[in-house]
């Protein structure tokens, strides 16, 4: 079933099999002025990512069918980045760790506050409808960021990044030398202090460098501190 998008707003996919939750996540998107498709199974979810091109999808990961972890991999696999939220009742770290490192831009565990996630679902918009400085471009070494374009280019190779991903190595590009902690980085970044912990920053900061492959050398990493970026 879909809720009609406004045209400020997009369309958000919500898969989730516990219709209570469905109906929760539906009803804040909705009063948010979001447009929402809800499925109940991953196979169904799929197609509709495919079909519908939402501008974020929020994905149970115990899902009957195809689990939303696989979702999330096969729509990267077709060179598909939108937005990807885990809503999952899974709190190990593993589980945490496998979604972000397949493409997601974050997660929220169950038992969660529906405003909270409402909060992370604004927070990637934002990032994704671009950085205040949109315009500028930043460039170390051979690794050259396009704020307006949201591009990055590394040793003149075009490098595909998630939202997430882009927003993190843009925040860093634009103060070379500048130490920022890990919990600074959560804050100016994701928006907000993640209850995970830390451990997400490394999981990103991880996979860009995987992106860039020999321009990596551009995010350094300072022991016990956090993390930098010079040429």
Not at 64 to 83: F, M
Not at 99 to 121: C, N
Not at 195 to 201: C, E, F, K, M, Y
Not at 218 to 230: F, H, P
Request: neutral net charge; contains cysteine; glycine residues 10%.
């Amino acid at each position: 079933m879909t809720t009609a998008p406004p045209p400020d707003r997009g369309l958000v996919l919500v898969v989730e099999d516990e219709q209570p939750i469905a109906d929760l996540v539906r009803l804040y998107l909705t009063r948010d002025g979001y447009g929402v498709h809800v499925c109940a199974d991953g196979d169904a979810g799929l197609a509709a990512a495919r079909r519908l091109r939402p501008v974020l999808a929020v994905l149970d990961i115990g899902l009957p069918g195809i689990s939303g972890t696989e979702i999330c991999r096969r729509l990267r696999a077709d060179d598909d980045w939108t937005p990807v939220v885990f809503l999952t009742a899974r709190d190990d770290e593993v589980d945490r760790v496998v979604g972000l490192e397949l493409g997601a831009d974050d997660y929220v565990t169950k038992p969660f506050s529906p405003r909270e996630l409402l909060a992370r679902i604004r927070a990637i918009r934002r990032r994704s409808l671009g950085p205040p400085d949109t315009g500028v471009v930043h460039t170390l070494g051979t690794v050259t960021v396009d704020t307006a374009r949201r591009s990055v280019t590394a040793a003149g190779r075009p490098t595909v990044l998630t939202s997430t991903e882009f927003d993190l190595l843009a925040h860093l590009m634009r103060r070379p030398g500048r130490v920022f902690t890990r919990e600074e980085l959560l804050a100016s970044v994701w928006g907000y202090a993640a209850h995970a912990g830390t451990r997400t920053v490394d999981v990103h900061v991880a996979q860009i460098r995987a992106k860039l492959g020999d321009a990596a050398g551009v995010i350094r990493t300072v022991r016990g501190v956090g993390y930098t970026a010079d040429g």
